[in-house]
């Protein structure tokens, strides 16, 4: 699989060279060169390692590119390059919780612990566990939780950054998303700002051989962020299949930039909601293609309805005035994702991926 | 996390339902190797070991031999208990890896194993914490001292104070299998009974079974309880149980063939990990047991690449035997070292590619036994230095191969 999305990956660089302007031809040789280095190999079931082959470039129509390359665009939209020794932006301080809210935060805390019984498979266990029937309820009320439910799933987030298993976090993260409370910004960048010292104090080569889990708790986060914040932070190519040194080497950057742009803007947002909104004005102000494009990942990852008559309203502008094809392919590509029943005819951005 | 280990404590007791099936399993496989008895007259042995079904019941102490302990016991047999008090018979229970494993899944047959002199149901303690896999575990029956009958007790000459009643099972693999041969077991429903999923989390009778060892009759004793001769010339069969911690038994496991050479404007290195002397797939035992290869350019560590040998599992949702949908771990995949006898060679071949190639001259390998991935062993607590072993370790010059 994660070879696969090596291929995919390598497949969108060659595309996207292929329809950048040439001012930015160097951006993308520096980050080609970055994905080099010793080739990925490929275990088969019998131990023998394979060598995957770098794949004969080829040019994909902007129509049928994946997501992953939508994401590079975005990725270029970041303000600034963080180099791997950068220092690390102090995290904001933990939220305050209101004394209101506090025996609510703690029951539903204690709703977040028991959601770990929640995965039929452990990987640190040794027999195959059935996950309690009241899992589903235990979600459901931790979604409708808001504010309470924001520290409740924040702070066990923020304190828990080890573990083998990395889908108890990510469907907490989502679920912490979706609540929309705005403490949520803060415990996501804290927990970022734990998983840098939790991979940097990690010696490379315990992660050779099997999945790392704060780096893999690392891209889930970065991912929660960049759907919450509309800040592309997570190079998802650049790193999320070296789980090794390598792949360490690289998420800190991404961390550190995601952390810069939380301390330059996230205090001032009233939500890291509101930050995504502002974003995604800006770039569907723009006729830029590269911005349209950025504002196609957000919105195809983001279920928010507030903002659809303001985007479509700019997408018909881009649609019937920008003299850029491009920009209008990427325009219409968001008009379909908010057509009735887009994702069940397979016209959304989802169907994409 | 803490709601997670006394989520998990409830299965202690859900775990015991499993006895009656693993027992059944059991009993059969050690009364059909029962064989002759040398001294007393033979007794109906009942089966020694129950693959956790049960802690072992060993009876009455044998007459002169004190209460029975490892201390009483060490009293004459000097070396032998010198050397079982370094081994992991006699930290079954304190090990802290095993304690580390128990904090999460602490169930009834991993105790009945590794503290098998406990009560049934309780949480060990006293001697039978501390000595785990003692002397009486395996020795004593009812009043009855047990042994191979061929070691220096029943040596010509020899006055013993207690008898000995000889087993010929002490010197056969299946008698190792009572503890190192068992099933998953399966949660019919959340929190329900559990039954025997027939597959097996530690399979090393069966791999042992399937091997050239077993098939020029070579025992698990003969590797893990080697002849030894005492300061007064007695040979006897020694107690460290050696086995992953010693380096030379990991050595004379596997030897590695490695060719580097230059294909283009890569280094691709082939590597072969090959069985040598080994009576079970390599590593065996517990589910997490693994072994990785590291390969790395000369002076570049940081580049190097690894392949991993383990097994690896699912969890697949399916019929119980009583009809309800539950999920049940069997095995998707092995690509461990297989012992001479069944399976090929492992082979590797990893390719290096950039510009710091052009003056490699030297590429450096190194196998390493690992107790667990090391995510794991790190999220609970064990450093590198607990969890690998290296097994064995050596250099390949860098060949002219295949330009372009």
Redesign the interface.
């Known amino acids: 699989m994660n070879h696969r999305s090596s291929l995919v990956a390598c497949a969108c660089l060659a595309a996207l060279a292929a329809c950048q302007p040439q001012s930015e031809g160097t951006t993308f040789t520096q980050w080609n060169t970055a994905t ?4 990925r ?1 490929r ?9 995957v082959t770098t794949p004969t470039p080829v040019v994909t129509p902007v129509s049928e590119m994946p997501t992953s390359a939508i994401n590079t665009m975005a990725l270029m939209l970041a303000e600034e390059a963080v180099a791997p020794g950068d220092p690390v932006p102090q995290p904001p301080a933990t939220p305050v919780i209101s004394p209101a809210i506090e025996p609510r935060v703690r029951e539903l805390r204690a709703i977040v ?2 959601t ?2 929640c995965w ?2 452990a ?11 009241e899992c589903g309820q235990w979600f459901e009320t931790l979604a409708r939780g808001g504010e309470a439910s924001g520290h409740a799933i924040g702070q066990f987030l923020a304190a ?1 950054v ?3 298993n990395s889908a108890p976090s990510e469907r907490l993260s989502e679920i912490l998303a979706s609540t929309e409370a705005q403490s949520g910004g803060a415990y996501v960048v804290r927990r970022i700002h734990a998983l840098i010292d939790a991979i940097s104090a ?12 704060p780096l893999a708790l690392m891209h889930t986060n970065l991912r929660v962020f960049e759907q919450s914040t509309g800040f592309p932070v997570n190079e998802t190519a650049l790193w999320n299949n070296s789980f ?2 390598e792949g360490a080497a690289k998420a800190r950057p991404a961390a550190v930039r995601a952390l810069r742009f939380w301390s330059r803007n996230g205090q001032a947002a009233s939500s890291w909601q509101s930050l995504s909104d502002q974003r995604l004005r800006l770039w569907l102000s723009a006729d830029d293609p590269r911005a349209l494009r950025a504002s196609a990942l957000i919105l195809s990852r983001r279920g928010s309805a507030h903002l659809r008559a303001e985007a479509e309203r700019a997408l018909n502008r881009v649609d019937t005035s920008t003299s850029s094809a491009e920009a209008r392919v990427y325009a219409r590509m968001l008009l379909r994702r908010f057509q009735p029943n887009a994702n069940e005819m397979g016209m959304g951005m989802d169907a994409l991926d | ?4 280990v006394l ?2 404590r409830t299965l202690a007791a859900r775990l015991a339902s499993i006895a009656a099936l693993a027992l059944a399993v059991c009993s059969g496989m050690l009364s059909r190797d029962a064989r002759g008895q040398r001294s007393t007259a033979a007794p109906a042995l009942r089966p020694l070991f129950s693959h956790g079904a049960h802690p072992v019941h060993v009876g009455r102490p044998a007459a002169r031999t004190g209460r029975g302990t490892a201390e009483d016991c060490g009293e004459c047999h000097r070396e032998i208990a010198r050397e079982w008090a370094g081994s992991l018979h006699k930290s079954a229970w304190t090990d802290e890896v095993f304690q580390a ?1 128990y904090d ?2 602490p ?1 009834t047959f991993c105790r009945n194993c590794h503290a098998p002199l406990a009560r049934e149901g309780t949480r060990p303690t006293g001697v039978a914490a501390r000595d785990g896999v003692s002397c009486a575990v395996c020795h004593v029956r009812d009043g009855h001292v047990l042994s191979s009958g061929s070691g220096r007790g029943d040596a010509p000459g020899t006055i013993a104070p207690h008898a000995v009643r000889a087993d010929a099972r002490f010197a056969q693999s299946e008698y190792c299998a009572g503890c190192h041969q068992f099933n ?4 019919t ?4 009974p559990l039954f025997d999923t027939r597959a097996p ?1 530690q399979d090393t009778f069966g791999e042992w079974q399937r091997s050239a060892h077993a098939a020029r009759g070579t025992q698990c004793q003969d590797c893990h309880m080697p002849w030894r001769t005492a300061p007064d010339g007695a040979r006897y069969r020694s107690h460290d149980f050696t086995g992953a911690r010693d380096p030379s038994l990991l050595a004379r496991s596997v030897r590695i063939e490695a060719r580097a050479s230059r294909e283009g404007a ?1 280094l ?1 290195v082939r590597a072969r ?1 090959i069985p040598t002397d080994v009576g079970h797939a390599f590593p065996t035992g517990d ?1 997490f047991r ?1 072994l ?1 290869l ?1 390969v790395w350019i000369d002076g570049e560590p ?8 383990a097994r690896s599992f ?2 697949v949702y399916e019929r119980t035997p009583d009809g309800h949908m ?4 069997r095995q998707s ?5 297989q012992p001479p006898g069944t399976g090929t060679p ?9 510009a710091s190639l052009a003056n490699a001259r030297l590429v450096r390998w190194k196998l390493e036994h690992l107790l667990m ?8 607590g064990f450093g ?1 230095a607990r969890n690998r072993a290296t097994v064995i370790e050596g250099s390949t010059s860098v060949t002219a191969g295949i330009t372009p």
Request: glycine share 8%; charged share 20%; net charge neutral.
């Open positions: 080099t280095g010793a080739e190999t275990p088969t079931s019998a131990g023998v390692t394979t060598p612990e028991r770990d019984d039929s498979s990987p640190m266990m040794r027999i195959a566990h059935m996950p309690p029937r828990n080890r573990g083998m990690e010696q490379p080569q315990t992660f050779n051989g099997s999945a790392a889990p090794d040194a | 996390m803490l709601s997670v989520a998990r494993a999460v899944e169930m998953f077991p399966a949660e429903t959340a929190g329900g989390m890569a691709v990990v589910l693994r990785e590291s940081r580049r190097a690449q690894v392949v991993s040998f699912t969890d539950a999920f049940v771990r995949g092995d690509s461990r070292v492992r082979e590797s071949e990893l390719r290096f590619t950039g991935p090391s995510p794991q062993a790190a999220a609970q590198a």
